[in-house]
């Protein structure tokens, strides 16, 4: 069994090892409170545990690290931190970055998992591998009114995605404000709000607390815009495109069909010819891009596995 401890509130991180976990079994410990974590870990005592992921907050991952060394001292320790190399520029995620190859320099982790191959290739060590991100394929089943969905949305455009640099947030609004003049959002930093209203568009700001939640928003959107700077995967333009929803993205997301890409992010001309050209896609777009990604992601399924495995057991992995 794999032990992962991160914060309910550390949405991306959580959703990556849940989704792990219909590969190998994983159990979850709630980082968000220091003391419930502590007796979270101390309850599972007798648990056979193969492997802890640390997924949280520095300080946290620190305390989850001692008690597990203690009680599995047999056990891989691990760190996750699934943000492309554009990212820890981008986010400035540098420090945790740089701490967390500290860790596996000085023994406080076995392995550290990263967000894909490239960054594995550069690093040139056999205790850092990508932890390749898979779609649970069960929360996506086919809606029946799919196309009535999108016959008749609550909102033309959205920009599903909390407002970080790295999501090129005044570029997608003034994309879209070339096209329409609505937009659903989650939280936007007060400039952004200004911007959009300069702009003249009608911004919807949507909850988005829990991933029901999430997909309910999702599936009131006609058109997804999800065209960011970097990404080391973009789950919910995968979500879009398991509800064969049209939604364009920036050129790093790598699973996505060139016709869905928009080759220069930095551009809301670039942007709205996009958009523009999404609000016309046939039942075969769609179609061809959610078949894609279904391949793109058995092939995920299966290099997680060996990844795990090679991490669990590294002389005994293939």
């Known amino acids: 069994m794999i032990l992962a401890i991160s914060s309910e509130h550390q949405y991306s991180l959580r959703r990556h090892l849940e989704h792990a976990s219909s590969v190998h079994p994983i159990e979850f410990v709630d980082s968000t409170a220091d003391l419930p974590m502590r007796g979270q870990i101390a309850a599972r005592q007798g648990d056979d545990v193969e492997m802890i992921i640390v997924a949280t907050d520095s300080w946290k991952s620190k305390i989850a690290i001692e008690m597990a060394r203690h009680q599995w001292p047999g056990a891989v320790v691990a760190a996750l931190l699934c943000s492309s190399m554009g990212e820890w ?3 400035k995620l540098w ?3 740089n701490e967390r190859l500290d860790w596996l320099e000085q023994g406080v982790i076995d392995h550290f998992f990263v967000a894909d191959r490239e960054i594995e290739r550069v690093l040139k060590d056999r205790r850092i591998t990508d932890l390749p991100q898979v779609l649970d394929l069960k929360t996506y089943k086919k809606s029946q009114d799919a196309k009535a969905l999108r016959d008749s949305p609550s909102h033309t ?3 599903l995605s909390h407002d970080r640099p790295r999501k090129n947030m005044a570029n997608q609004l003034a994309g ?5 003049l609505d937009a659903a959002t989650y939280h936007l930093e ?3 709000i200004k911007w959009a209203q300069r702009l003249g568009l009608d911004l919807r700001v949507l909850e988005g607390g829990s991933h029901d939640q999430h997909l309910e928003n999702l599936r009131s959107i006609r058109v997804g815009c999800q065209v960011t700077y ?5 789950y919910t333009a995968a979500e879009y495109v398991m509800h064969r929803i049209p939604v364009v993205v920036g050129p790093s997301v790598w699973w996505a069909p060139k016709w869905m890409k928009v080759q220069n992010p930095d551009g809301a001309i670039s942007i709205a010819r996009c958009l523009d050209e999404a609000l016309s896609w046939d039942e075969q777009h769609l179609e061809d891009a959610h078949d894609h990604l279904i391949a793109c992601n058995d092939q995920q399924r299966v290099r997680l596995h060996v990844n795990l495995q090679r991490a669990i057991d590294p ?3 293939v």
């Open 315 to 317: 002389e005994g992995a």
């Open 95 to 97: 420090p945790v970055v």
């Open 89 to 91: 520029d981008l986010d």
């Open 176 to 180: 879209i404000s070339m096209i329409g």
């Open 230 to 234: 970097s990404e080391s995967f973009n």
């Open 157 to 159: 455009f959205g920009i």
């Open 190 to 192: 007060p400039h952004n």
